[in-house]
């Protein structure tokens, strides 16, 4: 349980942020009155700071920003219009908001001196009503501008006395900027996210450095042992050429002349030669055996520094985790109200609040939580009259909980009221065309409905006419978070919404995997299960808790080319919302938390991808989205091949034993616009004939299996393919072989090595190829 | 005119893609890197040769030969030209390193690639 000195702390760092945020807001504000927009976010910030006010008792200052949201709710339904006496009253109590505040923080009590002039001006000001200004018409306009310059004087004095040099008065400042400090330091989340970066970068080139590091030592290694094997050879060779010296010279060097044979060393040159090559093995093999020690050191320093680099990655990203029950305790207010409006009567639960998540999802969990509580309590939970007649609670409940699962935050929003009435929505959706008279959607079919944009029963509409959203943007929010949208209804018991979202978005959870030579991940909260499987069902798809799920070959659908012919195949099962999916890959490699970048602008069309991941050896992954990649099947590069395949290209087949020839010619033809088709042998050949519309064929004469010459009869002596064209390439120059091949009803008859154009010219008969 | 006045002459960076040569004007050039690695990106479109990493951003390299009517490139050896645009870097293929050349601005210059316009030409669209 949170204490209260720690609770106040939260909220003078939080008010910190609102206070900021009203002071630009205004100022921007007076410079451009026409941003409207500006007063409804005011008005946001200003609720906002007076629900958690009154959280941690600050009554003055939840009082105050009461007032300035009901100045601001006043604008922006445009009772009153915008005057200088409205900026100077927000100017004024924002200003006292932040005296208190600074008084606070130091320990102080909670006290204004002016609070209750402040209080009545802004009563004033939410009495007159628009008509009173309606015959002051330009009179409001010129007060407004006035009040624009009387507001930038008003605001210049708050910071005035940065030039002042007087002594006594900079203590002052000093004091009073100082107002905030506290155990906590307040960090752009943004700059999180870039240390993140960064540390995401630094284990790329540790990884770097640490593979590098082994294949030094390796060398280091193989030139250690050759260079003992010079040594060793060069001591053998000394060796023989010290015994092999002539026994009988004398020394020539005057110097030694008195020494015999055995009593002083004798150098000649090849002795020298060969003594120098010993000292220097020597050394080197020091220096080596020196190298190789500081390697090994500096490969365990670099594995230690990564277990430091993967501490200080948890750290930071720990760092911008936030308590869920703060985002929850905003709630408390809200709820009294609508339920006061609504003449309901509603107790909020609050549990699993110290469920921690991050700060930028706990930022953008606001409205679609807001929007569900609303719908709750307006529309969920009866009037206490129904209630009781239905043997309920006469108040009712609405429960917000969390709990973690995995790398997930589960965020559940229950009320114990009447549930969606699925009968409406099943006439709803017939009237608006959805649902044909005889179709017998299952229930959770029609609870799907609502998620459709644009689908609206007078319950929807109700709630938008008021301050709500459709529950389709309510889904658009949660899925811009990585996170999914389940809906649990029963008649008369309740509703239950469950959020899930990763409890992070910095470093995410991922499952790995590869299609081809290729790797892939996906958001590991996307993902309910991984199926083994040996055998993938014909018909692609597949009976899953009881459900009939489809089934998605991403190599096919992505053109991937598959490196084994092992029938071994995962299905990764991927919920997304309302959809399920199945994801055939070749092969699951684990799971992995990694920093998941946007899209590339260049590539940001692709939205079969949701970003990128680079590992740590700089391997590129791209992060699937896997409702996308549903759609993508449906029409597969409908925009973007659309531009360069080009419906009339020819197509050849080529057929050769020989690699080479055949990647040759291929390469070769297909630069020239040509579709290619290649076979090993006769038989392939014809397997390829009977499958593809082929126009024209290239041919070897001499191959296993099935030889040209047959090919060629085959061919020539069948119905269907008697006019394709077959040109062949060989290396038999002789007469012989061109004349059988010509009585074979052979067209063309080309010697290798041939030369490009050669080839051109003869495909030139058949075909005009005016882009060659 | 004096000689102050005098047009500075502009400086472009010339490449090649097969027989094919293409200049970018070298304010746009950010480095020039050897191809390690390059890595497929399924699902874009023939042009776009792959992606590789350059200090742990991820560069889309561009494969003219399949905008321009060239024959049969040879990246055996590569080199990826890296430009700035919109706050992206995307890189072209070369077969040669790039070098440099100065023309009066009087002079026009063909086969300019205008890295914003192709950039907005190329990047691939969201399907409507």
Redesign the interface.
Known sequence: MINKSELLEYFLSEAEDHVNALESGIAELSNSPEKSYLIEELFRVAHTLKGSAALVKLNITSNIAHKMEDILEALMQKRIDLSSTIFKSLTEMLEGIKTILRKVSRGAEEYLESEQSLIQLADKIIKMEKTAFVDQQSLTETESKKGQSDFKESHKVVKPYLIDENREKEEKIHEETDVFISSFIKLDAQRIEDML?LI??VT?KKNYLLQKAKNVLETSDEIFFTGRRLIREVNEFAERNAYALPENVKYIDPLLSEFGELEFDRYDQINVFSRKLQEITNDMSESLRELSTFFDLFSDNLKSMDSMLKILKANLTESRMVDIGILFQRFTKPTKEIAKKYNKKVELKITGGLTKIDRVIFERLFSPLMHLVMNAITHGIESSEERIQKNKKPIGTLSLSAHKEGGIAVIEITDDGKGIDLELIRREAMTQGLLKKDDSPSEEELIQMIFIPGFSTSEVTDISAGRGMGMSAVKRMVSGINGILEVQTIKDVGTTFKIKVPLSLAISNVLLFRSGA?EFVIPSNFIEEVIHTNSIPSDDTIVYRDKKIILINLSEV???PTISDSQEKFIIICSVSDKKIGLIVEDVIGQEETVI?TM??????????SG?T?SGD???R?VLNPVNIFD?RL???????Q??ENPAKKTVLIVDDSVSVRKHVS??LE??NFKVYSASNGVEGLNILYDKPIDIIITDLEMPVMHGYELINRVKSSREFKDIPIVVLTSRSGDKHREKALLFGVNDYLVKPFDEESLLNILRKYFEIS?A | MSRDEEPKEITYCVFRVGEKEFLLPTSSVREVVDIVKIFPVPGSPEYVYGAIPVRGKIVPAIDLSKIYPIEKPNYNDAKLIIVDVKNENIGFLSEIAPFFISFDPDIVVEDVIDIKTFFETYSIKQPK
């Not at chain 1, 029409?635 to 091949?641: C, E, G, L, R």
Request: glycine letters at 12%.
């Open positions: 970066n995401g970068e790329i290729l992505l053109g991937i970048k590339h602008g260049f590539l940001e069309g692709l939205q079969i991808y990128t680079i700089g391997t590129i791209f993508f029409s597969p590069f409908k925009t973007i091949y531009v360069y390469s070769f630069s020239k882009y």
